[in-house]
């Protein structure tokens, strides 16, 4: 029944996304910017909706009110594609910083420029991250909310914490809030399968981190809010009633917990 309702969700997100395309493509070249976030939500909302429906795999949102109407960056953890889709319905006006080869994707592609979303050359060095830190400054001064991911790439779950400079330099160019964000996501979606297990995935928006910090303060302080609520909401969805497999750098994590908690 896993696989089924697994490969079931897969042709009815590929489904909607060719559903949406096709009927805006039309449009496409006269879409304002505002439309084309619209389409976004519409088509990423649209495969949250399915996942619960046809892979029984629910979404809980905490903290939703700490999460910023204007320019703020944001720095979720990283787990699986779950999260590239989940959370751009949940901000007023969100731009992801994205690989710039994704944008050569035809049609799909297309729209993310479109949507405005800020491509990076993850092998163009410093050149690339002072463009990197304009093009999310120009979108946070505009009032958008930059979604960067502060380990660059999906994590396993449970996975020791690898956070690159990229978030760094730009809590230091964009002197906005950092609004870090927990989810237990790759547990249910895990990265590199095609697997969707049922149950409750839940993503905890966590206390901003206000501008000013110097570098190294900042990132302490950026892993002291992720890392511990991400083992905590894993720890959660292991004493679920229907919990997923736990993988065994999860399980580590989630007995530390244990441990600390009775010491």
Do not use: C
């Amino acid at each position: 029944m896993l696989i089924i309702r697994s490969l079931a969700y897969q042709i009815v997100f590929y489904l909607i996304m060719a559903a949406i395309l096709i009927v805006t493509l039309p449009f496409f070249f006269f879409l304002p910017h505002r439309a084309a976030i619209a389409v976004v939500k519409f088509w990423t909302g649209a495969s949250m909706w399915a996942l619960g429906v046809v892979a029984g795999t629910k979404i809980e949102v905490r903290g939703l009110e700490k999460l910023p109407k204007g320019g703020a960056l944001i720095a979720p953890k990283h787990q699986s594609a779950f999260e590239t889709m989940a959370l751009f319905p949940l901000l007023s006006d969100p731009t992801f910083v994205m690989k710039r080869q994704l944008m050569l994707i035809p049609l799909f592609g297309w729209y993310t420029w479109k949507a405005g979303m800020i491509p990076v050359d993850r092998a163009g060095g410093s050149k690339a991250l002072r463009k990197l830190a304009a093009d999310s400054k120009a979108a946070a001064a505009a009032g958008r909310q930059v979604i960067l991911f502060p380990e660059g790439t999906r994590r396993p779950a449970g996975a020791p914490p690898d956070y690159k400079f990229g978030i760094i330099h730009l809590y230091r160019e964009l002197k906005v809030p950092v609004v870090p964000i927990a989810l237990n996501a790759g547990l249910y979606w895990p990265r590199r399968s095609f697997l969707r297990y049922p149950g409750t995935i839940i993503i905890e928006v966590l206390d901003p981190i206000q501008p000013g910090l110097d570098s190294k303060t900042f990132l302490s302080t950026l892993i002291a809010r992720i890392e511990p609520a991400t083992d905590h909401l894993m720890a959660e969805a292991a004493a679920s009633t229907n919990p997923p497999p736990i993988p065994a750098e999860a399980q580590t994590r989630i007995s530390a917990l244990a441990v600390a908690g009775t010491a």
